[in-house]
Structures are given as structure tokens and as C-alpha cells.
């Protein structure tokens, strides 16, 4: 919810934008998602199999990232999250 001009509480939706980007800044996947949907729905999206390693914040942090790095053999760089 959020106040409009004569605060009166609206409705609104909410957006992600999620983008995959090489090591030189450019982009190579992006996909927009519902606000609620979680960041790591998208990862297997935004892989291009290619990565020698994978830069990303931690909501991206999983064990099942983690398994499928390794499966691919790129190299872990995300944040950790806490």
C-alpha cells in the first residue's frame, strides 16, 4: 500500500528486474519478475553455462546454487548472506 497526493492509501504492484551482465558490464540475459517471486527463481534463467565464475548478492545464495555451480564448474563469488 502506499499514499497517493491527498494521502489516501493505493494499491501498487511490484517488479523485479533481474539481469545477467559479463565481466565487461554487458548485458546478456535480463527477465522482470512479480515483486514476490524470489531472486533465485531466476538464476538458472540468467546462466549461460559459460560463467567461469558468478558474482551475485545473497539472495542467490543456496545450497542448490552452490551444487549447481559446482556441477558447472563455475566458481562461487556470491555474497554471504547474514
Known amino acids: ?3 497517493d497526493s491527498r494521502s ?5 504492484y511490484g517488479y523485479s528486474v533481474h ?5 565487461n558490464g554487458f548485458i546478456h540475459r535480463q527477465t522482470v519478475t512479480p ?3 524470489h531472486d533465485s527463481q ?3 534463467t540468467l546462466l549461460l553455462r559459460m560463467e567461469s565464475q558468478l558474482y551475485a548478492d545473497g539472495a542467490y ?3 542448490e546454487t552452490r551444487e549447481t555451480l559446482a556441477r ?3 566458481a562461487n563469488c556470491m555474497q554471504r548472506k547474514g
Open 19 to 23: 539481469t545477467g551482465v559479463d565481466e
Open 72 to 74: 558447472f564448474g563455475v
Open 42 to 44: 531466476e538464476r538458472n
Open 1 to 3: 500500500m502506499k499514499q
Open 35 to 37: 515483486g514476490q517471486r
Open 8 to 12: 489516501r492509501l493505493k494499491s501498487t
Open 61 to 63: 545464495s543456496s545450497v
